[in-house]
């Protein structure tokens, strides 16, 4: 049978001289479809949807500074615990302002009563040797603003 076929293409071919010859090949098993993309796997063939494991357009996960990187507050780390009182009423700042979360917040205020109480801190003021010490958040401008 493809003996009778070639020699169909064959007489075609010099009938036809015209004619573009690459495009009159006899189909054979030699050809492959490798270069050719018309062709599916049987990965091509699942119509699922894709499923990623995080979502690309998320932002990212707003943390305290406390909580990055990883520290406990102490009643006997006063330096620490001296960056969220306030230096001329030694109250303690609220959430909006330092940016704490409510846990850390409340281990905060709950080690400055303490370390006031073990007579490690000043009540009524921020000690004068940690005026100086680099601000962790600007009292001035809340992290966290309302709404109003």
């Given at each position: 049978?493809?003996?009778?076929?070639?020699?169909?293409?064959r007489s075609a071919?010099?009938?036809?001289?015209?004619?573009?010859?690459?495009?009159?090949?006899?189909?054979?098993?030699?050809?492959?479809?490798?270069?050719?993309?018309?062709?599916?796997?049987?990965?091509?063939?699942?119509?699922?949807?894709?499923?990623?494991?995080?979502?690309?357009?998320?932002?990212?996960?707003?943390?305290?500074?406390?909580?990055?990187?990883?520290?406990?507050?102490d009643y006997k780390?006063?330096?620490?615990?001296?960056?969220?009182?306030?230096?001329?009423?030694?109250?303690?700042?609220?959430?909006?302002?330092?940016?704490?979360?409510?846990?850390?917040?409340?281990?905060?205020?709950?080690?400055?009563?303490?370390?006031?109480?073990?007579?490690?801190?000043?009540?009524?003021?921020?000690?004068?040797?940690?005026?100086?010490?680099?601000?962790?958040?600007?009292?001035?401008?809340?992290?966290?603003?309302?709404?109003?």
């Open positions: 049978m493809i003996c009778g076929v070639r020699s169909s293409l071919r010099a009938i036809l001289g015209y004619v573009n010859t690459g495009a009159l090949v006899a189909p054979t098993a030699t050809r492959s479809a490798a270069p050719y993309k018309h062709y599916t796997t049987s990965a091509d063939n699942n119509d699922s949807p894709v499923v990623l494991k995080d979502n690309p357009f998320a932002k990212e996960r707003v943390q305290c500074v406390l909580c990055k990187h990883g520290i406990d507050p780390n006063v330096q620490l615990l001296s960056q969220f009182q306030s230096p001329y009423t030694g109250r303690v700042y609220g959430r909006n302002i330092t940016g704490l979360c409510k846990n850390r917040h409340e281990q905060v205020e709950r080690e400055i009563i303490k370390a006031q109480n073990a007579g490690f801190m000043p009540t009524y003021h921020k000690a004068v040797e940690f005026l100086n010490d680099p601000k962790l958040f600007d009292p001035e401008k809340a992290i966290r603003p309302h709404k109003y």
